[in-house]
């Protein structure tokens, strides 16, 4: 569904306007009917990206010599089958640089005596399961083993390994070698690609590790290439913008190759699915978020990203894997809860399904695996009915402050906006520079963007058409950070606080933003912006000023220095539909959590969003999201509390019911029935000032509601 066409279909639901207390539900109205909503009229997805996919990767060492000794095509199908499984990506190539068909590009891995990747391409293909095919890009050992003219060099001309931004192998350690597509290497590849696609007949070419190394690239041929191009190499933005037309060149000439021979594949490259990817997306006919909560990524990452991705145009799946923790973390299985609440929560964002397995080296599929899978496979089967080409329905967005330089894979300010927003039940989405900000009822510009010309534009012009406005910290400062780039704030700039050894600020909520706020003087967690407000402008919050700063000379306490008095220094400040805080209230809130913060942002929400589209009487453990699909709304409540039990391990182990919810959802008329999928049971409601109200009576983990017109 287009915008216009999505906009217009919201419109006629009145999800832009409305009010309504919850409140007035009672707990009367929560009995259940039996079964009495007929089955959906839509089986199966039209577009044809399957809910149900397997990622089956297959990187085996050459010094394993048994390989597919055990294959047996039929017991291979009938797992996936019987695992509720319709599409699997499956091996032509993977790190080590092995082949897994008759290549006569590269090495076929020696302990491999069958065509593999015919076989399971031609058995899933009679039982309907659709089979992508993957290849490695610039991960290759054998690639790099016999050419090291090939490979990446950072900055000091050394070799580089597997990630090392995020604190990868060293030199001695095992880890995976970088080759730079800029060398004679991305011949070597095409070619590999070219002979797939004309001996197969491949659903999809799935593209690994297209990635940038964190520095750039300074082999020769990328050096060479950045001088003729007038690209100064000792300039970190100079060498990622080289790199990203490396990337871009090498995504144009597989996909070309590819479709010489199969015009209608699918293709999928990973390695640049972030914020920003829009230059990509013309090489891309789906979108994957790989997002292994056990790994680096963390559960809010996936949070982030799948409110970014559902917006780009494109179908788009989540990635998860059985493992514990991250990729070939052989001999585990992730929880049965975690595997179902991972699944449900890409079907609440809008997405598809994708679980990562690694097969082992004889070719046997472990049956506990794909009972596991099978087990939350066959529920996701059965929510597909109310999740096929559903939409999610957003009123807040907020512009994400990720850049090219970011350590991580999402930046801190990020997390922290989605972080509130999901605890407080929000519905909103994640922006770029691209994004039509027309769209939302409110815009939150987090922490760090400051005002160029065509930013401010953009915000002048969303501010004309009625949108309300909350920056923070930086955000509104211009270029030079030396005052704010509009007067329409109403707030006088003087620099960063004063108190850096404190690490933070203390502030006091004043009338207008105090709601369920401690009355006492608060700390930031942040060193944040020292401004005032000027005449006509609300100072909703003050500064308060520290006894001295924290130094070696002199401290007290283990902490900040307590405060002293209070200043006429703003910490928040309202003029018209802006609201300005003056620390990174989003990122000292995704490093400390600190719940008042939280309730400060709310607060300042409220203003803002008066009639909310949705209230909800949940835990802020619980998540709550609403999509629009042919003509009815779909609410999805989740609670599966996620328990930090290792040191960087967030546990999902089980989950935690809920009892008697009360929802109430803004829409424009009263619906025709309100009921429980994908149980088709009856729920009884009322309709009072614009909201549809109802009580779902259990929601054991994950429970959808349907609200039809």
Not at 669 to 674: D, Q, T
Not at 682 to 709: C, K, N, W
Request: net charge negative; hydrophobic share 40%.
């Amino acid at each position: 569904m287009d915008s216009f066409t999505r906009r217009s279909f919201v419109k006629s639901l009145g999800l832009a306007a409305g009010v309504g207390s919850i409140a007035s539900v009672v707990e009367g109205q929560t009995e259940v009917s039996a079964p009495d909503v007929p089955e959906p009229s839509i089986a199966v997805d039209p577009k044809g990206l399957r809910f149900r996919q397997v990622h089956l990767d297959f990187h085996t060492s050459p010094l394993i010599t048994d390989v597919a000794v055990d294959f047996d095509a039929s017991a291979f199908v009938q797992t996936l089958k019987d695992a509720h499984v319709n599409s699997v990506n499956i091996f032509a190539k993977c790190h080590h640089g092995m082949a897994y068909y008759p290549s006569k590009v590269g090495p076929v891995h020696p302990g491999l005596k069958i065509d593999l990747l015919g076989e399971q391409i031609s058995a899933c293909h009679k039982a309907d399961i659709l089979t992508p095919v993957y290849m490695t890009v610039m991960w290759d050992q054998y690639a790099a083993e016999q050419h090291a003219d090939w490979r990446v060099l950072d900055e000091h001309g050394a070799f580089i390994l597997q990630n090392e931004a995020v604190g990868g192998a060293a030199s001695l350690e095992p880890g995976w070698k970088w080759l730079c597509p800029n060398t004679p290497y991305l011949d070597y590849i095409n070619a590999q690609a070219e002979e797939v696609a004309r001996n197969y007949d491949v659903d999809g070419f799935w593209f690994d590790i297209n990635l940038t190394p964190p520095n750039g690239c300074f082999c020769h041929y990328c050096m060479t290439e950045r001088e003729k191009l007038g690209l100064d190499s000792t300039k970190l933005d100079d060498r990622l913008k080289h790199f990203g037309m490396v990337v871009e060149r090498t995504m144009d000439r597989l996909e070309t190759t590819v479709r010489r021979y199969r015009p209608h594949v699918a293709t999928f490259f990973n390695g640049q699915v972030r914020v920003g990817m829009r230059r990509y997306l013309k090489h891309y006919t789906q979108i994957e978020v790989e997002s292994l909560p056990g790994g680096e990524w963390g559960y809010t990452h996936f949070a982030v990203m799948s409110r970014y991705m559902r917006n780009l145009g494109l179908q788009y799946l989540g990635m998860d894997a059985r493992f514990h923790r991250g990729w070939g973390d052989f001999g585990s299985l992730r929880n049965q809860a975690a595997l179902d609440y991972e699944c449900f929560r890409m079907l609440a964002q809008g997405a598809k399904c994708s679980l990562g397995d690694q097969m082992h080296p004889r070719g046997r599929l472990e049956k506990a695996v794909y009972d596991r899978i099978g087990s939350t496979y066959k529920k996701v089967e059965e929510k597909e009915p109310w999740c096929i080409g559903a939409q999610a329905v957003t009123e807040i967005g907020f512009l994400s402050t990720w850049k090219p330089t970011t350590q991580g894979a999402v930046a801190p300010s990020d997390a922290g906006v989605t972080n509130m927003l999901a605890e407080l039940h929000q519905q909103f989405d994640v922006l770029d520079r691209e994004s039509d900000f027309s769209r939302y009822k409110v815009l939150i510009l987090p922490d760090w963007h400051r005002f160029d010309e065509g930013l401010l534009r953009q915000v002048r012009s969303y501010l004309a058409g009625g949108g309300k406005l909350i920056l923070s910290h930086e955000s509104g400062l211009d270029m030079d950070g030396k005052q704010f780039a509009m007067e329409e704030m109403g707030v006088e700039y003087f620099g960063p606080s004063p108190y850096p050894g404190d690490r933070g600020d203390y502030f006091e909520a004043l009338e207008g933003v105090n709601e369920d706020i401690d009355p006492i003087v608060q700390f930031t967690y942040a060193r944040g912006s020292m401004v005032k407000a000027k005449p006509g402008t609300a100072q909703l919050a003050r500064f308060w000023k520290p006894y001295f700063d924290r130094t070696y000379e002199h401290f007290s306490s283990h902490h900040q220095t307590p405060w002293e008095e209070p200043t006429d220094y703003a910490t928040v400040a309202l003029r018209g539909n802006i609201v300005y805080v003056a620390f990174p209230i989003f990122e000292a809130y995704a490093n400390n959590a600190y719940y008042i913060h939280k309730l400060l942002v709310r607060n300042c929400l409220r203003r803002f969003l008066p009639r909310p589209l949705m209230k909800a009487e949940l835990p802020s453990t619980a998540e709550a999201t609403v999509t629009e699909q042919n003509g009815k709304c779909i609410v999805h409540l989740l609670n599966y509390p996620a328990i930090r039990r290792a040191p960087d391990l967030d546990i999902v182990e089980e989950a935690a019911p809920l009892a008697n919810v009360k929802i109430a959802l803004r829409m424009a008329k009263e619906p025709s029935r309100v009921y429980l999928a994908p149980q088709r049971q009856s729920l009884r409601f009322h309709f009072e000032d614009g909201y549809a109200h109802t009580v779902v009576p259990l929601v054991q983990g994950h429970q959808m509601v349907a609200f039809e017109i």
